[in-house]
């Protein structure tokens, strides 16, 4: 739903930075939020957007602007442990989050 | 301090029998959100549920599917007559009163296997 749409999969060395895109439809958004998903495990939230501009956590930002329904999730000095799925979700409506299908990152040495 | 208990971690069914699964809120939420995830694909929602109340249902599959929320004790999720398709991980979510300004905090999951 709401056509957000990212990457599939995405391959980095470690140590190097990797920017995971994200658009989306903007009718209706209320925030932006990217969670980070290990295989078999359940989502954790990452990072919240709702103004333009770039929120920066550490190894990681996240990136808004809203006029142009985009986000990026940026991730510095990658580690091993980086490799999971990255998870893009809109709130829409202020009730209900719709979610991309994920980015699968794999972090080579 | 528990978070968002999901029970059972696994479960294992044959087609055509029914599948329960379990969502016990953190303590203090009242709202409770079903998700469903596909070997790699995203989540994808299903159901949006208060105490004794179904706020948004517009992901459910319209037959087999069923949530409550009553006043005491979880959620479920209950599938009917589960047929192959149905096997996924099943995610909890639960949040206060309706208040999502840092997301959802998820359950560890149900997986179920339909075999």
């Known amino acids: 739903g709401q056509n957000i749409d990212q990457p599939t999969e995405m391959t980095a060395t470690e140590g190097a930075i990797v920017q995971i895109n994200c658009t989306y439809q903007t009718s209706g958004f209320n925030g932006l939020f990217w969670y980070q998903q290990h295989a078999g495990e359940a989502p954790t939230f990452l990072s919240y957007n709702v103004l333009d501009g770039l929120e920066e956590k550490g190894r990681f930002s996240s990136f808004l602007s809203r006029s142009k329904g985009y986000s990026y999730l940026l991730l510095k000095e990658l580690q091993m442990k980086d490799s999971a799925s990255y998870l893009c979700a809109v709130l829409y409506n202020f009730n209900k989050f719709y979610f991309g299908s994920g980015t699968k990152l794999n972090v080579k040495p | 301090n528990a978070g968002v208990m999901q029970n059972p971690r696994h479960l294992v069914r044959r087609r055509g029998q029914e599948a329960r699964l379990r969502c016990s809120p953190m303590?203090?939420?009242?709202?409770v959100y079903w998700y469903r995830q596909l070997p790699e694909e995203g989540l994808k929602f299903m159901v949006y549920l208060q105490k004794e109340n179904i706020i948004d249902e517009s992901g459910m599959p319209k037959e087999r599917f069923s949530a409550e929320f009553p006043k005491e004790g979880p959620s479920i999720l209950r599938i009917q007559q589960v047929v192959r398709g149905d096997s996924a991980a099943y995610f909890c979510a639960s949040s206060q009163a309706g208040t999502v300004g840092y997301g959802y905090t998820f359950g560890s999951g149900t997986r179920l296997t339909v075999v």
């Open positions: 303590k203090g939420h009242s709202h």
